[in-house]
């Protein structure tokens, strides 16, 4: 993903439809590109922090964003575990298969 790609990218981050490579390939790039973890913060700000401030709350943007990112990060890490075991339990079950097959027409 490039920079156009990730900033385009930001507003389906917030608003959670960043899924699958997608999400993989924006946290990459949030991660070696400063100039879009700038953007970022920025559309937090202008977005999360502009209505905290309307309602009279306060926030730690910093924070708040790194958890979100972090979260990001910890959820993408599962799905591809998950998809892993998936794929392995997929592979033993046809390997189980050809085996009775086997076995079974002798």
């Given amino acids: 993903m490039d ?3 990730t900033t385009k990218a930001i507003p389906l981050f917030f608003s959670g ?3 699958g490579r997608k999400i993989k390939s924006f946290l990459r790039h949030l991660n070696e590109c400063p100039d879009c973890m700038e953007e970022i913060k920025i559309q937090y700000l202008a977005t999360e922090g502009i209505n ?3 309602q009279g709350e306060t926030f730690d943007l ?3 964003l790194g958890e979100m990112l972090s979260l990001a990060e910890h959820h993408e890490k599962n799905r591809r575990w998950i998809r892993f075991g998936l794929v392995t339990i997929e592979v033993l079950s046809l390997v189980i298969i050809a085996i009775v097959l086997f076995y079974g027409f002798m």
Wanted: aromatic share 0%; with cysteine; hydrophobic share 15%.
């Fill in 17 to 19: 439809e960043l899924e």
């Fill in 62 to 64: 910093d924070r708040e």
């Fill in 3 to 5: 920079c156009k790609d």
């Fill in 52 to 54: 905290r401030l309307e």
